[in-house]
């Protein structure tokens, strides 16, 4: 079964400092994987996905996301975090061959303090 | 780039009465949208895939008969939460896949900016 996990309910750093998002997969065959990001009381924004080429990938608003093959990880992150990066994120796998079903993880809360 | 509208984004309600939420793609054809529900501070739980056409596929769990969906055309569904109760207050969150898929450089899924539902 295709599964994600965040294993942070809620992250905190300081405007300015980097910021990490932690995200784990268990996925059979090759990992899609995604990032989107939930601001209060609205639907998710796409921030980045991989599946394949480079372990980097870069993505919306200054994010970026390393895959890691060997830790299974795809941790969300950016160099010098916002106060308006304050949002829930969300680690996401597809279910199956549908590209429109997912599987997400429980959600990291980030607040940015300045 | 694929929008998503949903209608209402807000809509309180008294206990045994029916919601409809509409969720439309505005730019693009949706042979098929999700529903997902998400309860405070928790993650978003897939629902049902709608499907232009025909019936909708409910995942484990879900009560068709309590959370009827409808998706007569190309770029509308909805989601009619019958004789509701307190404890189907939530946030409703429709997508829908704008065709192009994993490889290419778009976005793959869209979501609508959701509908909170109270139910009193």
């Known amino acids: 079964a295709q599964s994600v996990a965040q294993p942070e309910d809620q992250v905190n750093v300081a405007e300015g400092n980097p910021l990490t998002v932690k995200c784990t997969y268990s996925?059979?065959?090759?990992?899609?994987l995604f990032w989107y990001v939930q601001y209060p009381n609205r639907g998710l924004q796409f921030l980045l996905k991989?599946?394949?080429?480079?372990?980097l990938v870069k993505g919306s608003y200054g994010f970026e996301a390393e895959f890691n093959k060997s830790q299974t990880s795809f941790h969300l992150k950016k160099p010098s975090a916002l106060v308006s990066d304050s949002a829930l994120y969300f680690c996401?796998?597809?279910?199956?061959?549908?590209?429109?079903?997912?599987?997400f993880g429980a959600g990291t809360q980030v607040v940015v303090t300045p | 780039g694929a929008v998503v509208s949903q209608h209402p984004s807000r809509v309180i309600c008294k206990s045994g009465t029916s919601v409809k939420i509409e969720c439309r793609s505005l730019?693009?054809?949706?042979?098929?949208m999700f529903w997902y529900r998400q309860f405070p501070k928790q993650s978003l739980m897939l629902m049902a895939t709608?499907?232009?056409?025909?019936?909708?596929?409910?995942e484990q769990g879900v009560e068709k008969d309590k959370f009827l969906i409808n998706h007569a055309s190309l770029t509308l569904s909805t989601l009619t939460v019958t004789s509701a109760h307190p404890e189907d207050s939530s946030f409703y969150i429709c997508?829908?896949?704008?065709?192009?898929?994993?490889?290419?450089?778009?976005?793959?899924?869209?979501f609508g900016a959701g509908s909170r539902l109270t139910v009193l």
């Open positions: 997508s829908a896949n704008s065709g192009q898929g994993p490889l290419s450089g778009a976005n793959v899924l869209t």
């Open positions: 996925v059979s065959g090759n990992p899609y």
């Open positions: 991989y599946i394949t080429g480079d372990n």
């Open positions: 996401a796998v597809p279910l199956g061959d549908s590209w429109g079903k997912f599987q």
């Open positions: 730019d693009f054809q949706a042979t098929t």
């Open positions: 709608s499907n232009e056409g025909s019936k909708a596929t409910y």
